[in-house]
């Protein structure tokens, strides 16, 4: 049975399912998810991120990293860890480029991962070197040094409707046995009673439930033992409209024509994160392009440019464009850093 039929089926006995359920479904379904099931990662696959585009993206977060590790005077027992690590070039990237600081290739490797097909990817790549763990709680009792990058954007949203002062949710029916989107009935929803005063009838704004309790995880850690963490995602402060999107083989598509076939994100809030990062001190969001050019990407892509030639040169010119440039992801893309009260933020943040 196909993922379709299996959601057809389930809406058939119980009714609607909200946009949340719906992409928790096709993205981590334990037989049809998408990211269970597939590796839907780099030029052959449905989209590329950052560190499949340039080694310089993983090599500048890990030394950002290894400089906020300084700045807290170097613990000797710590975690590095990242959230969501698709096929692990981040982190690894992240470990090459920091092998010269002392002490801090000593780090326990820890990534948080929900996709047993993507465990094994992550393991090819990174052999014996990191430990997996299922959710940020799971993370060691001791400094935390950590990347979430395109993680939050894959975190299930639910969608809702302004109706007056309450809110319809947006949910996934069938219409003519097919599925497609509906309103609930309106409801009072106190959990987004801060947008009534940025909002009109008829505006749609989303809610990540899981987005809070796992940046709380994080920012419980860093503050209670020391630590750092970035988190790289595309969206901005407060969301406003429909932002689920689906791609698949480099191009959008319906997010309800091909369930699990196609990878679906949402644009993050990053006015959740900073409330939830609130035990920590936390940066101003920063465009991604303006962060990597504080921390030398030019440089470095001057660098590695004096042993490139060709197409070879081509290319390289083109991925520090796309990371930084601000109509490519230079702008869409924010980060944002979380550390203890009273410790100076990573490089390349404010
Ligand atoms: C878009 S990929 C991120 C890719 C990677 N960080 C990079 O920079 O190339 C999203 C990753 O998050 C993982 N993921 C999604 N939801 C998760 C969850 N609830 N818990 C843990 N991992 C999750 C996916 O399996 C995948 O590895």
Redesign the pocket.
């Known amino acids: 049975m196909s993922l379709r039929d299996l959601i057809t089926t389930q809406i058939e006995t119980a009714g609607p399912i909200s946009v949340a359920e719906y992409m928790g479904l096709c ?2 379904h334990p037989q049809h998810g998408y ?1 269970t099931t597939a590796t839907p ?1 780099g030029v052959k696959g449905d989209f590329v ?4 585009i340039s080694q310089m993206f993983g090599e500048l977060i890990g030394l950002c990293l290894a400089q906020a590790w300084l700045d807290q005077g170097a613990p000797a027992r710590f975690t590095l860890a990242e959230l ?4 692990g ?2 982190i690894a990237d992240m470990l090459r480029a920091t092998r010269g600081v002392p002490g801090f290739a000593q780090a326990d490797v820890v990534l ?4 047993a097909a ?1 465990r094994a990817v992550q393991r090819d790549a990174l052999g014996d070197r990191a430990q997996w763990v299922d959710t940020v709680s799971d993370l060691p009792e001791q400094p935390l040094f950590l990347v979430a ?3 939050f954007d ?2 299930p949203v639910r969608q809702f409707v302004r109706d007056g002062t309450r809110w319809r949710e947006r949910q996934v029916g069938l219409v003519d046995g097919k599925l497609a989107f509906g309103l609930a009935p309106p409801a009072p929803q106190p959990a987004l009673a801060h947008r009534l005063e940025d909002t009109s009838d008829g505006d749609l704004v989303e809610d990540c439930p ?1 987005a809070a309790p796992v940046l709380s995880g994080v920012a419980d850690r860093i503050a209670t033992h020391g630590g750092a963490a970035l988190i790289i995602d595309y969206g901005d402060w407060r969301s406003l409209g429909d932002t689920v999107q689906a791609v698949r083989e480099h191009a959008a598509t319906d997010p309800l024509a091909d369930p699990g076939k196609a990878d679906l994100t949402a644009h993050v809030d990053f006015e959740v994160i900073a409330r939830a990062a609130a035990p920590c001190k936390y940066s101003k969001i920063t465009p991604q392009g303006a962060f990597l050019e504080r921390l030398g990407i030019t440089q470095r892509a001057q660098a590695l440019a004096g042993k490139l030639s060709g197409p070879a040169l081509d290319n390289h010119v083109s991925a520090h464009r796309r990371l930084t440039h601000p109509s490519e992801m230079g702008n869409l893309f924010k980060v944002m850093g979380l550390v203890p009260q009273g410790c100076p933020l990573p490089p390349g943040l404010e």
């Open positions: 993205l981590l990211y990662f991120t950052a560190p499949d969501g690590p698709g096929r070039t981040l948080v991962e929900a996709s993507l990058n395109e993680f894959a975190l899981a």
